[in-house]
């Protein structure tokens, strides 16, 4: 595929399943994980992954970074770090006797920020800037990010100890979220036969660039949406600021995310239009991670992703025909 040319559909789709099998290679029983860390990939969004410690997420992020040839950085959350840490800093160059500035581990194509929620508030939110708008100000100058630039985000359940809840800003930045859960038994018998010959990780082999991927972000931006599908979307958001069990909906920015994901899952279904199925099929990654439930829905133990299903299904979708 020429890097320099925006690819067709059908070159995007192929793009798209080169770096899931090479996914797969560490990731065992996790197709639908892996499907939706690259239509988040290419649908120009940022990724949390939320799950108990030992469940591959991490392995999950750094095997996409592998698979892409593109500048990959990490950032360990701790609660000493600092949103400098994060951003950059400007340090006084002696010899020039002006400031320099001096990046920060952002300044990447994907930048795996793990164990977020063990950094402070503050530090966390030294991501805002650069997942929102793709750039830093420091000291009264812009910087922007490569391109294409991801934040692919790990943290532990909030119950645990030493762990911070994300500020509902942070958590809104993110495209989707996804759990890993434990894996099937086949699969973990299988893992375990794979390691046994040391780092898998090491397996895993660039099967594109950052400019590619950058490209066929560009590609996906073509895909029709219709005027109908975008009163869909805007219908199941607004689901989420009337429902009872929900005392916080979804964004505005919830609804633009939502398109631009279901926009990815039509090409990769060979499409050059979204229709409803498209949507439905993102809608709980994509919003349920943004609401927040009622304290009578906490301990009737109804929690996000069963609300938001249930406001999915209840939305009448638009005729095809």
Excluded: C
Aim: hydrophobic share 45%.
């Amino acid at each position: 595929m020429n890097q320099t040319a925006i690819p067709s559909l059908t070159e995007v789709s192929q793009l798209a399943g080169r770096i899931a099998a090479e996914m797969a290679r560490v990731i065992e029983g996790k197709d639908r994980q892996i499907r939706t860390v690259v239509t988040v990939l290419l649908a120009e969004g940022h990724l949390l992954i939320e799950d108990v410690p030992g469940v591959g997420k991490t392995v999950l992020a750094k095997s996409l970074g592998r698979a892409i040839s593109g500048d990959v950085k990490r950032i360990q959350f701790t609660p000493d770090l600092l949103p400098s840490d994060v951003t950059g800093v400007s340090v006084f160059n002696q010899s020039t006797r002006e400031f320099e500035f001096k990046p920060g581990g952002i300044f990447a194509h994907i930048v795996l920020g793990d164990e977020i929620n063990r950094a402070s508030p503050k530090t966390q939110s030294a991501l805002l800037e650069a997942m929102a708008e793709g750039q830093v100000s420091a000291d009264g100058h812009t910087y922007r990010l490569a391109e294409p630039f991801m934040v692919i985000a790990t943290q532990n359940p909030i119950e645990m100890e030493g762990t911070y809840p994300l500020p509902e800003a942070q958590r809104d930045r993110f495209m989707a979220r996804i759990t890993m859960g434990y894996p099937a038994r086949q699969a973990e018998v299988a893992m375990l036969e794979h390691h046994a010959g040391g780092d898998q990780l090491s397996t895993v082999q660039p099967v594109t660039d950052a400019a590619a991927v950058a490209a066929a972000a560009r590609a996906i931006r073509a895909v029709y949406v219709a005027p109908v599908i975008n009163d869909y979307i805007v219908a199941i958001v607004e689901g989420t600021r009337r429902h009872p069990d929900l005392r916080l909906g979804a964004s505005p920015r919830a609804s633009l995310h939502l398109m631009r994901a279901a926009r990815v899952e039509a090409a990769l279904a060979g499409r050059d239009y979204v229709i409803p199925e498209d949507v439905r099929a993102l809608a709980v990654e994509v919003l349920a991670h943004r609401v927040l439930p009622t304290v009578e829905a906490q301990v009737s133990r109804r929690d996000p992703e069963t609300i938001v299903r249930a406001i999915v299904e209840a939305t009448q979708a638009p005729n095809r025909g």
